[in-house]
């Protein structure tokens, strides 16, 4: 069986939803291998919790994160059993993890580990600095990090935290600093601003103590070069290097998530560029976010042992066409 190699991309937070994963733990192979040792590896019934919920607890930070990793692990593992390996790959936010787990960079068991661990020291920094964040749609990054600014001067921290398309941003800080942000940025023009339901604010200095923690445990942590390309949250650049990889990881939770950037390269930073991607775990806020922006690219959100019946012949329709006309020209 011939390899098929796509670019991959893997959720982050808030893809979560009650029942994710449980058609792949009644499947016999790899996937149901790996969701039988998730709880030991993280000392807690995660699956039950993601196959039965309750949702209000499973979408608390230091579940719902663990439990994204480990549904992508497990789909990824399918999609090399069926012959499916990634050409380059990105995760937003947490995903990184699953990301690097899927080029060989980290042991998938000790991502999940470390996952967990970085779960527990967020939502704890929460509970220690209470922040929030907000959704901003219709404003460029650099009008909404101007009005950042100008709040910040005066009325505490707020940042942007996620540059996720050409329309979408998100912004973190201290709960009235945000408030008065998303009010100034309604009055600047925005479309929609949208409060989001999170523990904390993710990516903005509030996490300094957390991240300091967190780069212990990363220290700590053995990686290896990635098999391919990982494109880095802090800088939207392809890393190659497990040190560098390594460094990302560790600034990762007090600065933005450059997605917007991380997808333009992907698009076209490659040697050749892609004509698919795969939104690889639960949910399909990735896909969805990119085909806005890449309409060119045919994206599918791999999540489901659904998903995965026929998507060989599905990806082989685009990817294997595309290898054909580049063998050709040369």
């Known amino acids: 069986m011939n390899t098929l190699k796509v670019p991959m991309l893997f959720p982050g937070q808030a893809s979560q939803v009650v ?10 192979g790899p996937a149901a291998d790996w969701l039988a040792r998730v709880d030991d590896i993280v000392g807690a019934d995660l699956t039950r919790l993601m196959y039965e919920g309750p949702i209000e607890t ?12 480990a549904h992508s692990v497990a789909v990824t593992l399918e999609l090399r059993e069926r012959g499916i390996e990634p050409a380059a790959v990105a995760g937003h936010s947490l995903g990184e993890f ?3 787990a899927a080029v060989g960079a980290i042991d998938p068991a000790r991502a999940l580990a470390l996952v967990r661990r970085r779960g527990e020291l967020m939502f704890a920094a929460g509970e220690q ?13 650099d009008q909404v990090r101007e009005v950042c600014s100008e709040v910040s001067r005066d009325h505490g921290s707020v940042v942007l935290a996620n540059h996720n398309s050409s329309a979408q941003v998100v912004i973190s800080g201290e709960i009235d600093a945000v408030r008065l942000a998303c009010e100034r940025l ?6 929609r601003v949208t409060p989001l339901n999170v523990s904390g604010a993710f990516h903005s200095p509030l996490l300094a103590e957390a991240a300091a923690e967190f780069a212990a445990e990363l220290e700590a942590t053995g990686f290896q070069d990635p098999r391919a390309p990982l494109v880095a949250n802090v800088s939207a650049r392809p890393v190659v290097r497990a040190e560098e990889l390594k460094d990302g990881l560790k600034r990762q939770l007090t600065s933005p998530v450059l997605w917007h950037d991380t997808m333009a390269w992907l698009a076209g930073g490659q040697d050749a560029s892609p004509r ?13 976010l990119a085909r806005r922006e890449h309409r060119d690219l045919t994206f599918l959100a791999v999540g489901t042992r659904e998903d995965l019946d026929g998507l060989r012949d599905r990806l082989a329709a685009v990817v294997e066409p595309a290898a054909e006309r580049k063998e050709g020209s040369s």
Not at 131 to 139: D, E, K, R, V, W
């Open 19 to 28: 029942g994710m994963a449980r058609d792949l733990a009644e499947m016999r």
């Open 58 to 69: 499973l979408t608390e930070t230091r579940n719902a994160q663990p439990a994204i990793l």
């Open 98 to 100: 699953s990301a690097a």
């Open 129 to 141: 600095r209470p922040g929030t964040m907000a959704a901003i749609m219709g404003l460029s990054a």
């Open 186 to 191: 309604s009055e600047a023009g925005a479309r």
């Open 276 to 288: 698919a991607m795969l939104e690889v775990g639960p949910g399909k806020v990735l896909a969805s």
